[in-house]
């Protein structure tokens, strides 16, 4: 029993008898003009007198619903607001934008109809039925106050057992307008879905916004991972190398400080850069992201305060590379050191080759292992908790512009190698 009340009165019920008032309110324009069509073509000066005319207006005026419907793309829009609000239809089965296709203008307007159409028949009986209803219930303590006289009801009816059984008539019928309502928002609320839901242009363009965002995402993770990454390994390495020897070589602590203060003064600006990712435009101000051409030097004089012992070897022109393929390529060069500095340690030898061989950028990081280190530096098994982001990094960035990566350990040396096309990146 409290199962079937919570179906004709419980919360969803209401909300759902509530959508379907609006669909009346939304259907009472389309009526009146269905009666200026009505009242002409019939002859009749009182459309609002007679029941079926009012039904055939409101059957004239619901074409014109579906027609508007089809006209206004942001219909769907709001429908679709209205059932996620009012109906407890789940958001994923809706779509949330306005009707773009022929297919989809259709079935929002076939929705739009049934809308109306359903919430025009509930709203009149929702308006008719309850003093009718109230007056059933009260008609026999109006026959007892008033006597027979007071209600002229037809002979047949008049009886004893008709005024006995007039308060459950009118139970009854507010029963029936109840179920009749709580029948169609159900009805509707299970259309929802097929007549709002998305089309495969819109679940199409839903993937390629959900791919977009991950890329950006992704793009974001990379440049935090090798931009700060890389300066809080370097930091922390320098500020290691400079306890060791705070009392006896002083003039090394002050460049290793003065190294700190500039790496963390520079990641504060790539940051910056960085973060410009999830802003809406570019912001006045922010730092440019670093590139081979202006770059490399800094990035060599950053890592050999730390410790490292870099041996570079440039056979390209930066100044000669397109601005992608040269930001990009610092920040494989900087995470190649990186890993260098955080796997091997701060005083390892690294050799970095950076050419141009076959219309393609070369760049070499080689460094030497130590024997225990050797099995762990392997690429699936990361040498710390959490390591082998900066790997992947670099060979999604290698892949994005069309080239590819090689890395691991071999004779006691780990080497990566990554080879970029010089143009026709993807």
């Not at 709203?123 to 109230?134: D, I, K, N, Q, Y």
Request: aromatic share 4%; charged share 20%; proline share 7%.
């Amino acid at each position: 029993m409290s199962e079937f009340v919570r179906h004709l009165f419980g919360r969803r019920a209401r909300r759902r008898w509530i959508h379907l008032i609006l669909g009346g309110a939304l259907a009472m324009p389309y009526v009146f003009v269905g009666q200026l069509v009505v009242g002409p073509a019939t002859d009749s000066r009182y459309v609002f007198n007679d029941l079926p005319l009012q039904l055939l207006s409101f059957a004239v005026g619901l074409p014109l619903a579906a027609l508007t419907a089809a006209l206004f793309p942001l219909t769907r829009s709001l429908e679709a607001g209205a059932v996620r609000s009012l109906c407890g239809v789940d958001a994923g089965l809706l779509a949330h934008g306005p009707a773009r296709t022929r297919a989809a203008k259709g079935r929002a307007a076939a929705w739009f109809t049934l809308h109306l159409g359903f919430g025009g028949v509930v709203s009149g009986m929702s308006l008719a039925v309850p003093p009718f209803a109230g007056f059933l219930a009260a008609l026999p303590l109006i026959v007892w106050l008033g006597g027979a006289e007071a209600v002229e009801l037809p002979a047949s009816l008049d009886q004893p057992w008709v005024l006995a059984l007039a308060p459950v008539a009118g139970v009854a019928t507010l029963l029936a307008l109840a179920a009749c309502a709580a029948v169609s928002g159900a009805l509707l609320a299970r259309w929802a879905p097929v007549l709002l839901g998305p089309t495969p242009e819109d679940r199409l363009a839903a993937a390629e916004a959900r791919a977009s965002d991950l890329a950006v995402r992704n793009r974001l993770a990379r440049e935090l991972h090798d931009s700060v990454g890389h300066a809080l390994s370097a930091v922390t390495l320098q500020a290691s190398a400079a306890r060791r020897v705070l009392d006896s070589d002083p003039e090394f602590v002050r460049e290793a400080l003065a190294a700190i203060e500039d790496t963390t003064r520079r990641t504060v600006g790539e940051l910056d850069a960085v973060l410009g990712v999830l802003r809406d435009g570019d912001t006045p101000g922010t730092a440019p992201a670093p590139t081979l051409a202006a770059d490399l030097g800094g990035l060599l004089r950053r890592t050999r305060a730390a410790g490292l012992r870099v041996t570079a070897r440039v056979d390209a022109d930066p100044e000669a590379l397109p601005p992608v393929l040269s930001r990009e390529a610092y920040r494989i060069v900087q995470e190649g050191l990186s890993n260098a500095l955080k796997h091997a340690g701060d005083r390892t030898s690294v050799t970095l080759r950076i050419a141009v061989a076959d219309e393609h950028l070369e760049i070499t990081v080689e460094n030497p292992l130590p024997d225990a280190a050797t099995d762990a530096l392997a690429p699936s098994s990361p040498s710390r908790p959490g390591g082998g982001h900066g790997l992947r990094g670099i060979a999604d960035r290698a892949r994005l512009l069309g080239g590819t990566t090689l890395a691991g350990a071999a004779g006691g040396t780990w080497r990566l190698n990554v080879r970029l096309p010089m143009k026709g990146s993807a």
